[in-house]
């Protein structure tokens, strides 16, 4: 996070056009764009910052709720998440009566 600074600096001073973005999201393309590849988590927060620096609208990041348009309470009740390996693995929860057929559990 520190060298970050540094790195929206040089976006700036490249040729890149900022003065036609219109929300946080479009300095987020713009800048995965100009890095020629995705930008991480902490790295999306930071841009955020520089545009509200900047007086560019904030856009918060919709979650699959909100992009599903279902109620957060609704959509947890399908899905459970458990260690596989290290790593959180979300899953849908197969139905009592569906169990061993694997239709619905993600494969690994």
């Known amino acids: 996070m ?3 600074p540094e790195a929206f ?4 001073r490249s040729d890149v056009d900022i003065s036609d973005v219109r929300d946080s999201n479009d300095l987020i393309r713009k800048f995965r764009y100009w890095l020629n590849r995705g930008t991480t ?7 955020r910052k520089e545009a509200r620096r900047l007086g560019i ?4 990041p919709l979650g699959i709720s ?5 109620p957060r309470e609704k959509l947890k009740r399908h899905y ?5 390996r290290g790593k959180t693995v979300t899953v849908a929860r197969i139905p009592k009566g569906m169990k061993g057929a694997g239709r619905f559990a993600k494969r690994y």
């Open 2 to 4: 520190d060298k970050f």
């Open 80 to 84: 459970t998440t458990h260690q596989v």
């Open 57 to 60: 609208k904030i856009i918060k």
């Open 9 to 12: 600096e040089r976006f700036e």
């Open 41 to 47: 988590a902490k790295q999306d927060e930071c841009i």
């Open 66 to 70: 909100e992009r599903l348009e279902i």
